[in-house]
């Protein structure tokens, strides 16, 4: 496993809660079989159908940037190998996650079942459209790089909710950037720092 002090000292991580979901959350588990050697290297891995599961640093530093309370309804964008969703239900059971990519939805299911996830909350579909049946969010986090802010997430932000999302180009470097909805519904974003991550697919149709 990822340890506490792994996490804490090499990546720079102090959120104590974060640390405790790293550390109780076996990565190797969502890592394919021939990878296993490879699971608690702190760099992205494949997973299949070009889709990868991010480095830890990035699982940890996007948790913290989240920063998910108890109770709160977190949906994420781009379930992957399931370990962000899985991360995210040591802070609240709360947790909805959408994947586009039908294989890995069905690889995932089983998997999240362990930590109380059934299907009504690990669903295939469009994740760019979010999930308007189960909204508002108090919390929105996108594992995939998206080259605007999809205006059907912000609209499914609750006030005083935040949603940490990667913005730019395919193939390129992006930007981490924490976005916040006000009680009155003004949206505020900042950039944090540079990543690397795969492209949000689906969307409306052009």
Same mark, same amino acid.
């Given at each position: 496993m990822v340890s506490? %002090?792994?996490v804490q000292e090499h990546l720079g991580i102090r959120n104590q809660r974060v640390?405790?979901?790293m550390r109780a959350v @076996?990565?190797?588990w969502f890592v394919p079989q021939?990878?296993?050697?490879e699971a608690y290297a702190d760099r992205p891995l494949p997973i299949g159908y070009g889709q990868t599961i991010s480095q830890p640093f990035i +699982?940890?530093?996007m948790t913290e940037l989240l920063d998910p309370k108890p109770g709160e309804k977190i949906l994420e964008i781009g379930t992957g190998s399931g370990y962000q969703a899985a991360i995210l239900t040591k802070f609240t059971p709360d947790v909805y996650t959408i994947e586009i990519v039908e294989p890995l939805h069905r690889q995932v299911l089983p998997r999240l079942q362990k930590f109380g996830l059934g299907p009504q909350r690990v669903v295939q579909g469009d994740g760019y459209f979010g999930m308007e049946k189960a909204a508002p969010f108090d919390g929105i986090i996108v594992t995939a790089a998206a080259d605007h802010?999809? @205006?059907p997430l912000l609209a499914q932000l609750k006030p005083g909710g935040r949603m940490v999302i990667p913005i730019g180009p395919v193939h390129a470097t992006q %930007?981490? +950037?924490v976005v916040t909805k006000d009680a009155s519904g003004k949206t505020r974003s900042r950039s +944090?720092?540079? +990543?690397r991550f795969v492209p949000l697919t689906g969307g409306p149709r052009r």
């Open positions: 506490s %002090r792994a640390l405790e979901a @076996p990565r190797h021939n990878m296993q050697r +699982v940890a530093t802010i999809p @205006p %930007r981490l +950037v +944090v720092h540079p +990543v």
